[in-house]
C-alpha cells in the first residue's frame, strides 16, 4: 500500500451551534434480494442543518434533506437506496435519530430521470424510553414491496431495542433483553450482520451457534435472520480495563411476527463473553472507538495509544494483534487490512504495519490542504477497499486518502498487493533507534554493528565525528565539517581520505550525505485544497572537500541522497523525490553549474530522466549566452542554440571586457552538454528517448538538435579536412568532444522524441509567408530538415572515405591489432629514447643502389635489439606474416593443478630457440 495525499471531496457544512454542535457520519447501503451492499456513498447529519449524501467515487452532492434549528442528532444516520420492482424507479430512505423522535426521509424519482424527485419525510415518537439512540440500522425481511423489503433497528444507551416498520408508522415491538440488563452496563457499539457473512467467519468454528441462529427460517425456508453484536461496559468509571467489556451477540428474524412472543423469539440471545484484559492498564472510556470487520470476524479498538484487534471467532474472545505506542496521542486508528492500520497522530498520519511495529508510508499534519482547519484533529470514518480510499474528516472537511499501491502490477488490477512483509518493515521500526545516534560503549548495540564498530575508542572517535558534523552543518562552517572528516579518516598523523577501491562503509557515507542535503515541501504548487505531495532537495552545507571525495568514490549521486534523507526523516516516511529534485538543488545552490558538472563527470551512473533534467538546465543557460558572429560590425550575435538573433543587446560580445569573459562562460557550457549527453548515451535508446520526451519541450530538443548538428560540423564529421569549421568556436571549447556514434544516436533519440507529429506540423502546404512568430518559427524548422539532410549527406561521404581508407591500411591495421599491450608501450618508450637520442631518425641500414640504371632502395635486417642488419629499422616496412612477434611469457600455468609459476631463465631460452625464426631478405645480384 502507499500513502498519497489527502485530496478535499467536500466542505461540510458548519453545526448551527458551533461550540455544542456535532457531525456524525456513516455509509449508505444498497438492497437487492435481501442482501445489503456498501455503496460508494457517505451520510452527514449536521446538528440544526441538514442530512447530506455524498458521493465518493465521483466527489458530489447527490441530496440534501434540510432539519429544524433545533434537531440534535444522537447518532450516525442510516441511509438506502433501493430500485422498485414496478415502475424501475429509485427509492432513497434516510434515517436519523433524534433526541426523542426517529426520522425519516424518503425519495423517490421515476425511472427516466426527467421529473423532479418527490421527497416526503415521517416521523416516529419515542415515548417509552429517556436514553438517547446510539444505533440505527436496517434488517433485511421479506420481499414484499408494498410493506417494505426491510425493517429499522434502533438501539438505546440503556440497551433497549426497537423494531419499526419502514414507514415509521408502526412499531413492531420494543424490549429490553434480559441479557442486556443484567448489571448497570451502556451499550457503546453496535453492529448489524448478514447471516450469510456470520456464518463464514463469526460462526466459523461454532456451527452450534450458526444452528442456534438460523432457528427455524432453515425448516421454513424463510429469509435468514440478521446477527446483532454489541458492546457494552459499565456505567459510572472514566478509566475502565478492557476485562470489563462486555460482548454479546443476538440472532433478529428477517420477519416479525405480530402476535405476542417471548424476547427469545424477537431477539434470540446468542453469546455473552468478555474481553482479555490488556496487560492489567486501564484506557479512557471517552477516547474508545469500536469497529468491526465482518471478514474475519475481528473486533477493533482503537484508542489514544494505539489499536488492539479481536478475533470473536474463537470460543473465548482473543487479541490477535496489538499495537500501542506509549509517547502518541492518536485521535483515530482505522484497519485497512489484515496486517495494516492508517492512525493520525499528533505529527503525523502514518501507515503502520501491527505485526513487525513499523512504519510503512507517512505525510506530516501540517501538509494538509489548507482547506482543512489546523487545529482540528483527523477522524477517520470508512475504508473503501475496491477503490483503496479512506474518507476521514478533519473540521468541516471530508478528506479522502488514496491507499493505491505504487506497485501494482500490470494487467493484474484485481489482484490486491500483498502487505504485511518483512522485507517492507525491515529499517522501519518504530521502537528502533537510528544507527546514527550517539553509540553506547557498555554493550555493542545494532548502531555499532551497523557502523562496523569493534572497540570503544572506535565508539568515542564516531561520537565525535556526529556530534562535530552536527554542530558544523547546524552552524554552516564548511571548513570545520572537512576538517572533521578528514580527522576522522586519517591514519596516525597522517590527514588522508580512502581513495577509490579502499573500503567504506556506507552508513558513514548516508549520514554526511544526510547533513550535506535536507528536504524540503516544494511551495511551487498553486493548488490549495490538496496537500503538498512532493518534497525537494536543497544542499544545506557544500563542504568542498568533503564532496569532492564523495563525487571520487562514486557515492554522491541521488539514490544515496534520498537514501540519506529517508533515514534521516525517520520515523516520518518521505514521499518519493521528484526525478530532477537533485540537480536543480546543485543549480540553486551553485549557479555556475560547476558543481553539477563535477558531480556529471564523476564515476556514479545517473538515470536517464535525471540526466535529462540536467541537459535542460545546461539549455536554459545557453539561451542566455551569445556567440560571436564572423563579421561583428554587420551581423549580430547568434545564440549558442538555435543560431537565432538574439533581442538582449547586451549579450553581445562587443566589448572587451564581455569578450574576455567568453571563453570560460562557452567552456561551462559546452562541458556540462557534453557531458551530460555523453552520460545519456550510456543508457539504451527507447530509455534516452523517452526521457526526452517526457522532461523537455519540443523548443529543448530542437535546441538540443541545433548543438548536436554543432558538434558534428566542429567534429570534422560533415565537412572535408580542407575545409574550415562553420563557426567561430575553437576546438578547446567544445571539450570533450562527442563522438560520432553518440551524436547520431542522440540525434535520433532527439529527432524520434519530437515525434511524426511534430514534424509533420510545419508541412510546407500549411505555411503561408508572414512575419508572424508561428511562421517564422515554422520556416526556421523547414530550414532546419534541409541543413540536416546535407550534413547526413556530407557524414555519409566521410563514412565511404574512411570506409575506403580502411581498406587501403587494412594491412597497417591488422598487424596494429596483433599487437599486444605490452609490445606497443615497449616500443613506444623505445621510440622515444632513440627521438631524445637522436634528432633524425637512423638510416644506416637503409641504402640506396643502381641496378641497370634503376634506383633502388634497400633495407638492411633487423636484429634482435633492433639496430643495424637488413630488418626494417626504420619501421618503414612489415613483416610477411603481418603479425607481430610475441616474447615468451614469464609465466605458465600448470595443468595438474591450475597454479600459475615463474618460468625458468632456461626454460625461456629453450622456447625461444624452438621459435620459428623471423623472416629475413637478401639482395640477389645479377
Not at 69 to 98: E, I, M, Y
Not at 468 to 496: H, I, M, Q, W
Not at 751 to 777: F, Y
Amino acid at each position: 500500500m502507499d500513502l498519497q495525499p489527502p485530496s478535499v471531496l467536500a466542505q461540510l457544512p458548519r453545526p448551527l451551534h458551533a461550540s455544542t454542535g456535532k457531525t456524525h457520519i456513516s455509509e449508505v447501503y444498497s438492497l437487492a434480494n435481501a442482501k445489503k451492499r456498501k455503496r460508494y456513498e457517505v451520510a452527514v447529519a449536521v446538528d440544526g442543518e441538514a442530512v447530506n449524501l455524498y458521493n465518493i467515487q465521483n466527489p458530489k452532492l447527490v441530496t440534501s434533506y434540510a432539519v429544524p434549528p433545533q434537531s440534535l442528532f444522537s447518532c450516525p444516520p442510516c441511509s438506502l437506496r433501493r430500485k422498485l420492482s414496478k415502475n424501475s424507479g429509485v427509492k432513497r430512505q434516510t434515517f436519523v435519530a433524534l433526541k426523542k423522535e426517529i426520522k425519516a426521509f424518503t425519495e423517490e424519482s421515476a425511472a427516466s430521470g426527467t421529473g423532479a424527485p418527490v421527497i416526503s419525510s415521517s416521523t416516529f415518537a419515542i415515548e417509552d424510553s429517556t436514553s438517547p439512540a446510539v444505533f440505527v440500522g436496517i434488517v433485511p425481511g421479506s420481499e414484499d414491496e408494498e410493506n417494505g423489503p426491510f425493517d429499522v433497528l434502533v438501539i438505546h444507551r440503556d440497551g433497549r431495542v426497537r423494531r419499526l416498520s419502514p414507514d415509521l408508522e408502526a412499531q413492531r415491538w420494543s424490549m429490553q433483553h434480559s441479557e442486556i440488563s443484567k448489571g448497570d452496563f451502556e451499550v457503546h457499539g453496535s453492529f448489524l450482520l448478514e447471516f450469510d457473512d456470520a456464518k463464514k467467519s463469526l460462526f466459523k468454528r461454532r456451527p452450534d451457534l450458526a444452528s442456534l441462529a438460523a432457528g427455524d427460517s432453515v425448516l421454513t425456508g424463510g429469509n435468514e435472520p440478521s446477527i446483532l453484536l454489541l458492546v457494552s461496559y459499565p456505567v459510572g468509571t472514566d478509566a475502565i480495563s478492557l476485562s470489563e467489556v462486555k460482548v454479546q451477540i443476538f440472532s433478529i428474524p428477517a420477519e416479525a411476527s405480530s402476535r405476542s412472543l417471548d424476547e427469545s423469539q424477537q431477539m434470540r440471545h446468542l453469546l455473552s463473553a468478555n474481553l482479555p484484559d490488556l496487560d492489567g492498564e486501564k484506557v479512557n472510556r471517552g477516547n474508545l472507538h469500536w469497529q468491526f470487520h465482518s471478514g474475519s470476524a475481528g473486533l477493533n479498538l482503537s484508542f489514544e495509544k494505539g489499536f488492539v484487534n479481536f478475533d470473536l471467532s474463537q470460543y473465548t474472545p482473543a487479541a490477535t494483534s496489538k499495537f500501542i505506542l506509549e509517547g502518541e496521542n492518536f485521535s483515530s486508528v482505522m484497519r485497512v487490512s489484515a496486517q495494516s492500520v492508517i492512525g493520525a497522530g499528533k505529527s503525523m498520519i502514518a501507515l503502520y504495519d501491527t505485526q513487525y511495529k513499523s512504519i510503512q508510508r507517512s505525510i506530516v499534519a501540517e501538509d494538509l490542504p489548507s482547506a482543512a482547519s489546523n487545529k482540528a484533529r483527523t477522524t477517520f470514518l470508512n475504508y473503501f477497499a475496491k477503490l483503496d480510499l479512506v474518507v476521514a474528516t478533519k473540521g468541516n472537511s471530508l478528506l479522502a486518502f488514496d491507499l493505491a499501491s505504487s506497485q501494482t502490477v500490470s494487467g493484474s488490477s484485481g489482484k490486491r498487493s500483498r502487505d504485511g512483509l518483512l522485507i517492507d518493515a525491515i529499517g522501519r521500526g518504530i521502537g528502533s533507534a537510528s544507527q546514527w545516534e550517539e553509540v553506547s560503549k557498555k554493550h555493542r548495540s545494532n548502531g555499532a554493528a551497523a557502523l562496523g564498530l569493534t572497540s570503544s575508542e572506535e565508539i568515542d572517535k564516531w561520537n565525535k565525528l556526529s556530534r562535530e558534523l552536527r554542530e558544523c552543518a547546524k552552524n554552516k562552517d564548511a571548513n570545520g565539517f572537512d576538517r572533521a572528516v578528514l580527522a576522522y579518516f586519517s591514519v596516525g598523523d597522517t590527514p588522508a581520505l580512502p581513495e577509490p577501491g579502499q573500503y567504506v562503509n556506507l552508513e558513514v557515507v548516508l549520514f554526511v550525505l544526510s547533513l550535506i542535503f535536507s528536504a524540503g515541501v516544494d511551495t511551487t504548487s498553486t493548488d490549495k485544497l490538496s496537500a503538498f505531495s512532493s518534497v525537494n532537495v536543497n544542499v544545506a552545507i557544500w563542504p568542498t572537500l568533503t564532496c569532492e571525495w564523495l563525487n571520487r568514490l562514486g557515492y554522491l549521486y541521488p539514490g544515496n541522497v534520498e537514501a540519506a534523507l529517508r533515514r534521516a526523516y525517520k520515523p516520518r516516511i518521505l514521499p518519493q523525490l521528484p526525478i530532477g529534485t537533485f540537480a536543480q538543488a546543485l543549480q540553486t545552490s551553485d549557479p555556475s553549474l560547476g558543481r553539477l558538472i563535477n558531480v556529471l563527470q564523476g564515476p556514479a551512473s545517473f538515470n536517464p530522466d535525471e540526466l535529462a533534467h540536467a541537459l535542460k538546465i545546461f539549455l536554459n543557460l545557453a539561451r542566455t549566452i551569445s556567440i560571436p558572429a564572423e563579421d561583428q560590425e554587420s551581423q549580430s550575435p547568434k545564440a549558442l542554440t538555435n543560431g537565432e538573433t538574439t533581442d538582449n543587446t547586451t549579450n553581445a560580445l562587443t566589448t572587451s571586457d564581455s569578450a574576455d569573459s567568453t571563453p570560460s562562460t562557452l567552456q561551462t557550457t559546452f562541458t556540462g552538454l557534453n557531458t551530460t549527453l555523453l552520460s545519456l548515451h550510456a543508457h539504451p535508446t527507447p530509455s534516452i528517448t523517452s526521457s526526452l520526451r517526457s522532461t523537455l519541450s519540443r523548443t529543448d530538443l530542437i535546441s538540443t538538435i541545433h548543438h548536436l548538428r554543432l558538434s558534428l560540423a566542429t567534429g570534422g564529421h560533415a565537412t572535408r579536412f580542407t575545409e574550415t569549421p562553420p563557426t567561430p568556436i575553437s576546438p578547446h571549447l567544445t571539450s570533450p568532444s562527442l563522438p560520432l556514434n553518440t551524436i547520431i544516436d542522440l540525434m535520433n533519440a532527439a529527432v524520434d522524441a519530437i515525434g511524426p507529429s511534430g514534424w509533420v506540423s510545419i508541412a510546407p502546404g500549411d505555411l503561408n509567408l508572414g512575419t508572424s512568430e508561428a511562421e517564422l518559427s515554422g520556416l526556421r524548422d523547414m530550414a532546419l530538415i534541409a541543413e540536416m539532410k546535407s550534413e547526413v549527406s556530407a557524414a555519409l561521404a566521410g563514412v565511404e572515405e574512411a570506409t575506403l581508407l580502411s581498406g587501403m591500411l587494412r594491412e597497417y591495421l591488422r598487424y596494429c591489432k596483433s599487437v599486444t599491450g605490452d609490445e606497443r608501450s615497449r616500443k613506444h618508450a623505445k621510440a622515444k629514447k632513440d627521438d631524445a637520442s637522436s634528432a633524425a631518425p637512423s638510416s644506416t641500414s637503409v641504402r640506396h643502389e643502381k641496378l641497370n640504371g634503376a634506383d633502388l632502395l634497400v633495407f638492411g635486417a633487423q636484429d634482435e635489439d633492433g639496430e643495424g642488419g637488413d630488418g626494417d629499422a626504420s619501421g618503414k616496412l612489415l613483416p610477411l606474416s603481418l603479425k607481430a612477434a610475441k616474447d615468451v611469457s614469464k609465466t605458465k600455468v600448470l595443468k595438474g593443478s591450475g597454479r600459475v609459476v615463474q618460468r625458468s631463465k632456461r626454460e625461456m631460452g629453450y622456447l625461444r630457440r624452438k621459435a620459428v625464426g623471423k623472416y629475413t631478405f637478401e639482395r640477389l645480384v645479377v
